[in-house]
C-alpha cells in the first residue's frame, strides 16, 4: 500500500474528519502539520497546487481535500485508488 500523507494545520475541522475516516478505515497515514511552517507550507503548495488544508496524497497521487476524499468514501473508491497506487 502507498504511504498516505495528509497536509493538516490543528485548528482545522476537515483535517480532522479526514483523519477519523482514514483512522476509520484502518489506514495509517503520515500527519505533516504545517501551523507556523512556512517551508512545508511551500512544500505543499508546491506539491497539491494549492495552500488549503487537508491536502491528501496516496503515494504521488494528489487526492484532494476532504470533501474529495469522502467522495472517495461514499464511492466506495478509496481502496481501489490504493491498489492503483501500489
Do not use: N
Request: glycine fraction near 8%; charged fraction near 30%.
Amino acid at each position: 500500500m502507498p504511504e498516505i500523507t495528509i497536509y493538516t494545520t490543528a485548528t482545522c475541522p476537515y483535517c480532522r474528519r479526514a483523519k477519523e475516516l482514514l483512522a476509520k478505515k484502518g489506514l495509517p497515514f503520515k500527519e505533516i502539520p504545517v501551523d507556523g511552517e512556512p517551508e512545508l507550507r511551500a512544500e505543499l503548495a508546491q506539491r497539491a497546487g494549492r495552500t488549503s488544508v487537508p491536502q491528501i496524497f496516496f503515494g504521488a497521487h494528489h487526492v484532494g481535500g476532504c470533501d474529495d476524499l469522502y467522495d472517495l468514501h461514499y464511492d466506495g473508491k478509496i481502496e481501489q485508488l490504493l491498489a492503483e497506487q501500489d
